[in-house]
Protein backbone atom coordinates (compact mmCIF):
# COMPACT_ATOMS: atom_id res chain seq x y z
CA UNK A 1 0.00 0.00 0.00
CA UNK A 2 0.75 3.35 -0.88
CA UNK A 3 2.39 5.23 2.00
CA UNK A 4 3.83 8.27 0.75
CA UNK A 5 2.05 11.91 -0.54
CA UNK A 6 2.27 11.69 -4.20
CA UNK A 7 3.12 14.47 -6.55
CA UNK A 8 2.44 15.29 -10.21
CA UNK A 9 3.10 18.33 -11.52
CA UNK A 10 3.66 20.08 -8.38
CA UNK A 11 0.23 18.95 -6.88
CA UNK A 12 -0.53 15.81 -5.18
CA UNK A 13 -1.87 13.45 -7.16
CA UNK A 14 -5.82 12.64 -7.42
CA UNK A 15 -5.18 9.03 -6.38
CA UNK A 16 -3.13 9.96 -3.20
CA UNK A 17 -6.66 12.44 -2.25
CA UNK A 18 -8.66 9.30 -2.83
CA UNK A 19 -6.58 7.20 -0.62
CA UNK A 20 -6.76 10.08 2.35
CA UNK A 21 -10.18 9.86 1.66
CA UNK A 22 -10.86 6.59 2.37
CA UNK A 23 -9.14 6.33 5.30
CA UNK A 24 -10.29 9.17 6.50
CA UNK A 25 -13.92 7.97 5.97
CA UNK A 26 -13.25 4.45 7.49
CA UNK A 27 -12.05 6.69 10.87
CA UNK A 28 -8.60 7.37 10.68
CA UNK A 29 -7.48 10.59 12.19
CA UNK A 30 -5.74 13.44 10.77
CA UNK A 31 -2.72 12.67 13.13
CA UNK A 32 -2.55 9.15 12.26
CA UNK A 33 -2.88 9.94 8.45
CA UNK A 34 -0.11 12.57 8.78
CA UNK A 35 1.92 9.43 10.34
CA UNK A 36 1.32 6.87 8.24
CA UNK A 37 2.41 9.79 5.14
CA UNK A 38 4.98 11.33 6.72
CA UNK A 39 2.99 14.83 6.64
CA UNK A 40 1.97 17.11 8.97
CA UNK A 41 -1.53 16.55 10.30
CA UNK A 42 -2.05 20.63 9.37
CA UNK A 43 -0.91 19.46 5.62
CA UNK A 44 -3.57 16.45 5.40
CA UNK A 45 -6.17 18.42 6.68
CA UNK A 46 -5.49 21.31 4.37
CA UNK A 47 -5.48 18.83 1.48
CA UNK A 48 -8.80 17.02 2.39
CA UNK A 49 -10.15 20.51 3.41
CA UNK A 50 -8.82 21.71 -0.21
CA UNK A 51 -10.42 18.61 -1.85
CA UNK A 52 -14.00 18.96 -0.63
CA UNK A 53 -14.37 22.25 -0.74
CA UNK A 54 -13.65 21.91 -4.67
CA UNK A 55 -15.39 18.64 -5.21
CA UNK A 56 -18.20 21.06 -4.78
CA UNK A 57 -17.92 23.01 -7.19
CA UNK A 58 -19.23 22.78 -11.02
CA UNK A 59 -17.17 23.14 -13.88
CA UNK A 60 -18.82 26.37 -16.15
CA UNK A 61 -19.43 24.07 -19.18
CA UNK A 62 -21.81 21.99 -16.69
CA UNK A 63 -23.03 25.03 -15.54
CA UNK A 64 -23.90 26.37 -18.87
CA UNK A 65 -25.49 22.78 -19.82
CA UNK A 66 -27.43 22.65 -16.65
CA UNK A 67 -28.50 26.51 -16.99
CA UNK A 68 -29.58 26.01 -20.43
CA UNK A 69 -27.02 28.82 -21.62
CA UNK A 70 -24.41 29.22 -24.35
CA UNK A 71 -20.77 28.77 -22.38
CA UNK A 72 -20.27 33.13 -23.91
CA UNK A 73 -22.71 34.26 -21.94
CA UNK A 74 -21.00 33.03 -18.72
CA UNK A 75 -17.41 33.92 -20.46
CA UNK A 76 -19.18 37.09 -20.63
CA UNK A 77 -20.12 37.79 -16.93
CA UNK A 78 -16.78 36.89 -16.08
CA UNK A 79 -14.67 39.10 -18.21
CA UNK A 80 -17.19 41.97 -17.26
CA UNK A 81 -16.33 41.04 -13.60
CA UNK A 82 -19.44 40.24 -12.54
CA UNK A 83 -19.15 36.82 -11.36
CA UNK A 84 -15.91 35.08 -10.50
CA UNK A 85 -15.37 31.38 -10.10
CA UNK A 86 -12.19 29.85 -9.02
CA UNK A 87 -9.95 29.30 -11.61
CA UNK A 88 -7.92 25.17 -11.67
CA UNK A 89 -7.14 25.23 -15.28
CA UNK A 90 -10.77 25.64 -16.10
CA UNK A 91 -13.45 27.27 -14.53
CA UNK A 92 -15.36 26.66 -11.01
CA UNK A 93 -18.59 27.94 -9.86
CA UNK A 94 -19.71 27.75 -6.12
CA UNK A 95 -23.75 26.58 -5.80
CA UNK A 96 -24.57 30.02 -5.13
CA UNK A 97 -22.35 31.57 -7.27
CA UNK A 98 -24.69 29.64 -10.11
CA UNK A 99 -28.00 30.63 -8.02
CA UNK A 100 -26.74 34.15 -8.64
CA UNK A 101 -26.23 33.43 -12.47
CA UNK A 102 -29.73 33.65 -13.95
CA UNK A 103 -30.75 37.60 -12.45
CA UNK A 104 -26.86 38.76 -13.64
CA UNK A 105 -28.04 37.36 -16.99
CA UNK A 106 -31.64 39.04 -16.94
CA UNK A 107 -29.11 42.05 -16.00
CA UNK A 108 -26.83 42.13 -18.79
CA UNK A 109 -28.94 40.56 -21.97
CA UNK A 110 -31.03 43.32 -22.40
CA UNK A 111 -31.99 44.84 -26.01
CA UNK A 112 -30.59 48.44 -25.96
CA UNK A 113 -33.66 49.51 -27.20
CA UNK A 114 -36.73 48.25 -25.13
CA UNK A 115 -35.15 46.74 -22.52
CA UNK A 116 -36.44 42.92 -23.00
CA UNK A 117 -34.84 39.88 -22.33
CA UNK A 118 -31.89 39.14 -25.55
CA UNK A 119 -32.66 35.78 -27.22
CA UNK A 120 -29.62 33.59 -27.73
CA UNK A 121 -27.40 35.01 -30.89
CA UNK A 122 -29.03 38.30 -30.36
CA UNK A 123 -25.84 41.07 -29.37
CA UNK A 124 -27.43 44.30 -28.38
CA UNK A 125 -31.22 44.28 -29.92
CA UNK A 126 -33.86 41.78 -30.10
CA UNK A 127 -35.11 40.88 -33.14
CA UNK A 128 -38.19 42.99 -32.93
CA UNK A 129 -36.08 46.28 -32.64
CA UNK A 130 -33.19 45.07 -34.81
CA UNK A 131 -35.77 44.61 -37.33
CA UNK A 132 -37.27 47.92 -36.83
CA UNK A 133 -33.77 49.73 -36.44
CA UNK A 134 -32.90 48.64 -40.04
CA UNK A 135 -36.49 49.69 -41.43
CA UNK A 136 -35.75 52.94 -39.70
CA UNK A 137 -32.14 53.52 -40.33
CA UNK A 138 -32.70 56.71 -42.54
CA UNK A 139 -34.31 58.48 -39.89
CA UNK A 140 -31.54 57.89 -37.35
CA UNK A 141 -29.00 59.60 -39.31
CA UNK A 142 -27.97 63.58 -38.59
CA UNK A 143 -29.33 66.11 -40.81
CA UNK A 144 -25.50 65.01 -41.98
CA UNK A 145 -25.50 62.08 -42.62
CA UNK A 146 -28.63 62.36 -44.58
CA UNK A 147 -27.01 64.84 -46.75
CA UNK A 148 -23.82 62.18 -46.98
CA UNK A 149 -25.96 59.55 -47.76
CA UNK A 150 -28.47 61.18 -50.10
CA UNK A 151 -25.05 62.55 -52.06
CA UNK A 152 -23.82 59.33 -51.92
CA UNK A 153 -27.11 57.67 -53.72
CA UNK A 154 -27.81 60.37 -56.39
CA UNK A 155 -23.92 59.38 -57.45
CA UNK A 156 -24.52 56.41 -57.42
CA UNK A 157 -28.16 56.81 -59.86
CA UNK A 158 -25.98 59.19 -62.08
CA UNK A 159 -23.35 56.08 -62.83
CA UNK A 160 -25.63 53.15 -62.90
CA UNK A 161 -28.79 55.26 -64.76
CA UNK A 162 -30.37 51.81 -65.79
CA UNK A 163 -29.80 49.87 -62.56
CA UNK A 164 -31.41 53.16 -61.22
CA UNK A 165 -34.44 53.06 -63.79
CA UNK A 166 -35.72 49.01 -63.22
CA UNK A 167 -35.28 49.64 -58.91
CA UNK A 168 -37.26 53.02 -59.35
CA UNK A 169 -40.16 51.47 -61.51
CA UNK A 170 -40.16 48.52 -59.41
CA UNK A 171 -40.56 50.25 -56.29
CA UNK A 172 -43.56 52.42 -58.20
CA UNK A 173 -45.21 49.00 -58.72
CA UNK A 174 -44.72 47.89 -55.44
CA UNK A 175 -46.19 51.24 -54.14
CA UNK A 176 -48.87 50.87 -56.42
CA UNK A 177 -49.89 47.58 -55.28
CA UNK A 178 -50.55 48.13 -51.88
CA UNK A 179 -52.34 50.99 -52.77
CA UNK A 180 -54.89 49.13 -54.43
CA UNK A 181 -54.46 46.26 -51.60
CA UNK A 182 -55.58 49.11 -49.15
CA UNK A 183 -58.64 49.66 -51.50
CA UNK A 184 -57.77 52.76 -53.28
ZN1 LIG B 1 -36.06 45.32 -28.24
Known amino acids: MQNTVEYTDGKVSPATIELLISERDNGKTLRE ?9 QRIGYLLNKYDSLAALLPETKVAANL ?6 LAQLREKGLIK ?10 EEQV ?22 GAKRFC ?3 REYRKRNWYNRQSPEGK ?3 NKHCMAWR ?17 YEA ?7
Open 85 to 94: PRKLGFWLYS
Open 99 to 120: RQIPSLIADTRKCAQCGKPLPK
Open 158 to 174: EANPEKWKEINSRAIMK
Open 178 to 184: KLKGLGK
Open 33 to 41: LGQKYTRSY
Open 147 to 149: AAH
Open 68 to 73: GYPKKW
Open 127 to 129: IEC
